[in-house]
């Protein structure tokens, strides 16, 4: 689990803020084609895998887990959206940096919106790596980017936004808290920001265990209602987070 939470952290720290950026910069990828690999479209009931056929495996897995992920993250949020994603794996690294970007080229997933719409762009090398666990995670966290994007404010917290993916992608995976966090420690002090840092392990893991912290005193809706409250706003108020509270649950937790 630490491989998977280093993959996490480091390759799908932004992908909310990459929404905006990537709309700004639409572009278009040209299908594939080349003398081995052909375009390829898996299509599932909760939407479709588009690939090169070279990487037939990865897609075939991320297709066989699309529905259920959807469904998932659906079951959780209770809010009205299409309930359908589209996935891009690209074929080459010219095409990948074409819808993502160079900055994020290195992620394992992407969620961004562009001229096509919303999708979740996976890094082929790096979602291969995953375990079924691991993929499932990374499409959950991706998916409910996917899901609350037109509910949440370009200027959100990151603690806030990241955190409650997180939550969503951990939930039902049986995972204590130590092991989907294992960076955490219990001496907080303030909300996490270093999003985009050398602390950014640590504040992904921090913004996690804020979204459980309160599922301890909200309860699982409580924790979705609170992520709708404030994700459509630039801050959240200072009072709706107890820090001592937060700490003293993770001296309980994690010790």
């Known amino acids: 689990m630490r491989h998977l939470r280093t993959l996490l952290a480091v390759t799908v720290a932004m992908t909310f803020l990459l929404g905006v950026s990537v709309a700004l910069r639409p572009v278009e990828l040209q299908p594939t084609a080349t003398p081995h690999c052909k375009e390829a479209v898996l299509t599932a009931a909760a939407g479709t895998v588009s690939s090169s056929s070279c990487d037939g495996a990865l897609a075939s897995r991320v297709a066989g887990l699309l529905d259920s992920s959807v469904r998932e993250v659906a079951d959780i949020l209770d ?11 690209p074929a080459t690294d010219s095409e990948l940096v074409a819808l993502v970007g160079p900055a994020f080229a290195d992620m394992a997933g992407v969620a961004i919106r562009d001229g ?11 979602a291969a790596a995953l375990s079924d666990l691991e993929l499932g995670v990374l499409l959950r966290h991706e998916i409910t980017h996917v899901a609350t994007r037109d509910l949440t404010s ?6 806030l936004v990241e955190g ?3 939550w969503v992608a951990f939930h039902g995976t049986g995972l204590s808290l130590r092991q989907a966090a294992p960076l955490l420690r219990s001496d907080v002090s303030a909300l996490p920001t270093d999003f985009g840092g050398s602390g950014r392990d640590l504040a992904y893991q921090q913004a996690y265990s804020i979204m459980v912290y309160l599922e301890s005193r909200l309860g699982e809706r409580g924790v979705v209602d609170f992520f709708l409250r404030y994700a459509s706003m630039s801050a959240v108020d200072a009072r709706a987070v107890d820090v001592a509270g937060w700490r003293e649950f993770l001296r309980t937790t994690i010790g």
Not at 79 to 89: E, G, H, L, P, T
Not at 116 to 126: C, E, F, K, T
Request: proline letters at 3%; aromatic letters at 10%.
């Open 79 to 89: 809010i009205s959206w299409a309930q359908r994603v589209a996935v891009v794996v």
């Open 116 to 126: 096509s719409g919303q999708r979740v762009v996976l890094n082929r090398v790096r």
């Open 154 to 159: 370009d200027s959100a917290p990151l603690w």
């Open 164 to 166: 409650f993916a997180d």
